[in-house]
Every structure is written in C-alpha cells, then in structure tokens.
C-alpha cells in the first residue's frame, strides 16, 4: 500500500511525537493513500506555519503484515461510532482500547464545525451523521505505535509545487 505525508519538511524517518493539539484519532503518524489529500494538508501546513516549503512524502505501508500482526481500527464510514471515537480524541479523553493502526475519514473543517454544533447541543447524533454523508470525506491512515512505524518504508519525496518530471 502506498501512503502520503504532507507537511513542511521532508519525513524520512517518521516518529511517534505528542501533537501541540488533539487531533482526529489521538497521536500519531498521519497518513494518506490519497495523494490530492496530502498536497492539499502539506499547502495548509506550510500557511498556518508562515513557511515557505511543502513536502510530500511517499511511503511503501505492508499492509498485509499489519493486519496479521496488528490491532487496527477500521471506519468504512463516518457513523456514529467514528463520532464518538473523534469527540474523545478531540477532547483528549478517550480511554478505550489502544490501537497499533486506526483508519478512517478525516474531520475536516466542515466537518469540525458540525462536531462543534453536536457537542454544543445544536445538532443531534443522527443530524451530525446526515450531514457528513452530503460532503466527501478523505482517508487517514494514522500509525500509532512503534510496531505500526516499522512498516512504513520511505521511498521518495517531492514538493508539489515543482514541475514532474
């Protein structure tokens, strides 16, 4: 399985590092197999920091060892128990089961918004649900632990904004 990465810089050697925020599925190493996604995240990094560079990295993920070796969470779509599961990690309280690998769709800004209307009370759980199925939402691949991290081989980089050659 190929996955991507973008960001400011470069990731050749991917680590487990505690985030400055909470994010969708706890801390981790965020991944995409959906290239549009990672240059997309790697130009809205490269805003929010003030930088000027925007990489993606490009990885070869053996997915076939993890699913025989690890323990990974799997929503094949935004539902109520992915709800959950990003309320929890946003709010940086979730406390269930810990996971190697968890995939799933990425809360996007619209999609934080209707969190934001569900958790004040605003939407429902099942208006919350509806209102993610009218917007597209991409993958993640989000690699927890060590274990997961040692089968991700880096195979190149480039920055998006350069011609392919």
Same mark, same amino acid.
């Given at each position: 399985m190929i996955l991507y990465h973008?960001?400011?810089?470069?990731?050749?050697?991917?680590?487990?590092?505690i985030p400055n925020r909470t994010l969708d599925f706890g801390t981790g190493f965020y991944t995409t197999e959906n290239r549009i996604q990672a240059i997309d995240f790697a130009n809205i990094v490269m805003l929010r920091r003030k930088a000027n560079t925007q990489f993606?990295?490009?990885?070869d993920f053996d997915m076939e060892r993890a699913e025989t070796e690890? $323990? @990974?969470l799997r929503f094949d779509k935004p539902d109520?128990?992915?709800?959950?599961?990003?309320?929890?990690?946003?709010? !940086?309280?979730?406390?269930?089961?810990?996971? $190697? @690998?968890?995939?799933?769709?990425?809360?996007?800004?619209?999609?934080?918004?209707?969190?934001g209307?569900?958790?004040? !009370?605003?939407?429902?759980?099942?208006q919350a649900i509806e209102s993610f199925r009218i917007n597209?939402?991409?993958?993640?691949v989000v690699l927890k632990t060590e274990a997961a991290l040692s089968l991700l081989n880096f195979q190149k980089m480039f920055d998006p904004r350069e011609p392919v050659k």
């Open positions: 973008g960001s400011k810089v470069a990731v050749e050697l991917p680590r487990l590092v993606i990295s490009v990885y690890l $323990d @990974i109520e128990n992915w709800l959950d599961y990003v309320c929890q990690n946003r709010r !940086g309280n979730y406390k269930g089961k810990p996971y $190697d @690998i968890v995939i799933g769709a990425v809360a996007n800004d619209k999609v934080y918004a209707t969190i209307l569900y958790e004040s !009370g605003l939407f429902t759980k099942e597209p939402l991409f993958d993640q």
